[in-house]
């Protein structure tokens, strides 16, 4: 069964940094892609930031440059390090793994990021 638990959430003031992470168990999690997504309050969910088996990595516009998204396989552990935080950051972050072939979702319960202005 694969679970993905996410952490290193927080309040944290704008221009400051946070690093989540998010371990997840199962076997083979070099073959999982690993995607951020985050949700704020009376908005849709978006895509914040992927890593894909092979290392290749996407973020959504509004964090290129800010947001860093990193994978540890020995560890089964995904990492988002965010610099120069924004107010308009602030959601709930959750953790999506996913591998061939049948590519189901598994979710995290999410992890706050709160960025005061």
């Known amino acids: 069964q694969v679970q993905p638990v996410e952490s290193g959430g927080g309040l944290v003031q704008t221009g400051g940094s946070l690093r989540l992470s998010c371990a997840s168990s199962g076997n083979r999690f070099s073959l999982f892609t690993m995607t951020w997504y985050r949700q704020a309050p009376g908005k849709q969910r978006e895509m914040v930031a992927q890593i894909t088996s092979v290392g290749s990595t996407y973020y959504t516009d509004s964090v290129k440059g800010r947001f860093t998204i990193s994978r540890d396989n020995a560890r089964n552990t995904v990492y988002l390090q965010m610099n120069s935080l924004k107010p308009e950051d602030t959601a709930l972050y959750s953790c999506?793994?996913?591998?061939?072939?049948?590519?189901?979702?598994?979710w995290g319960q999410g992890t706050q990021v709160t960025v005061s202005s």
């Open positions: 999506n793994a996913k591998r061939p072939p049948n590519w189901i979702d598994y």
